[in-house]
């Protein structure tokens, strides 16, 4: 399988105002980034510097989004490796191309994202017969997590953090909980996000207890078919002043 079929370099760029945060996160990502901006000077007092980061909880809430913005800020490439896509039958070719990305992000000082970490917990106890290949994975993960360099930057993601293997959660110096918005926080999501919409496209019945992506979603959905039932209206008119005889001049 070849390196560059396994892993997606996003190009977008995203900052972290256009990810939606707590404050407590939104703290710990500006001290991340300033630790990876004066890594030299932090490193000249011995003062070791946060590189490995778990990103945990519910699913649509931002956690690719931030990687991307982290990466942006940093002024670095993003590596964004889906776990679920990666775990080959073949145990042994799995860890190989495992290693192979964990090289080039840190030969790169890229940011280094692993989507769906719980993965490799999932599938170590999936079958049997496969626990001690499985466990050999795990074991290959934990040494290229140890080893991963300073400067380079690793963000990981779950959304199932307790099947994952806990001699893996001890490696991640940070662990950010991404929790469902509430009712208030998605309001400002809301406003936000449809502020760029004319009048009577802002104007929707708003879902809640939803994640951020779903809330998205459904939002564009509606606006989207407000905006084509009026421009559908618009052109039904157009087509009856065209077609009507009494509009027409006589020459």
Excluded: W
Aim: net charge negative.
């Amino acid at each position: 399988m070849n390196l560059y079929d396994l892993i997606i370099q996003d190009k977008e760029e995203i900052t972290l105002n256009d990810v939606f945060l707590d404050q407590s996160n939104k703290e710990q990502f500006a001290q991340l980034i300033k630790e990876h901006t004066y890594i030299k000077e932090l490193q000249e007092y011995g003062l070791p510097v946060n590189n490995k980061v778990l990103l945990q909880g519910s699913s649509g809430c931002g956690k690719t989004m931030t990687a991307k913005a982290i990466a942006n800020a940093l002024g670095k490439n993003i590596m964004i490796l889906n776990l679920s896509n990666i775990v080959s039958s073949r145990i042994g070719e799995t860890s190989q191309n495992i290693k192979m990305i964990f090289d080039k992000a840190g030969r790169e000082r890229s940011v280094l994202f692993l989507d769906e970490l719980d993965q490799i917990g999932k599938a170590r106890g999936s079958d049997d017969k496969d626990v001690g290949e499985m466990r050999r994975l795990v074991n290959t993960l934990i040494q290229l997590i140890d080893y991963y360099p300073e400067n380079a930057l690793l963000l990981c993601a779950t959304n199932h953090p307790e099947i994952i293997d806990t001699a893996i959660l001890r490696r991640f110096q940070l662990k950010i909980n991404y929790e469902m918005p509430s009712k208030e926080f998605l309001d400002s999501f809301y406003d936000n996000l449809l502020s760029k919409f004319p009048e009577d496209l802002r104007k929707i019945d708003r879902k809640y207890e939803v994640s951020f992506a779903e809330a998205k979603d459904y939002a564009f959905t509606v606006a989207k078919g407000r905006l084509i039932e009026r421009l559908e209206e618009e052109k039904s008119k157009l087509n009856n002043v065209v077609n009507n005889p009494f509009n027409k001049k006589n020459y």
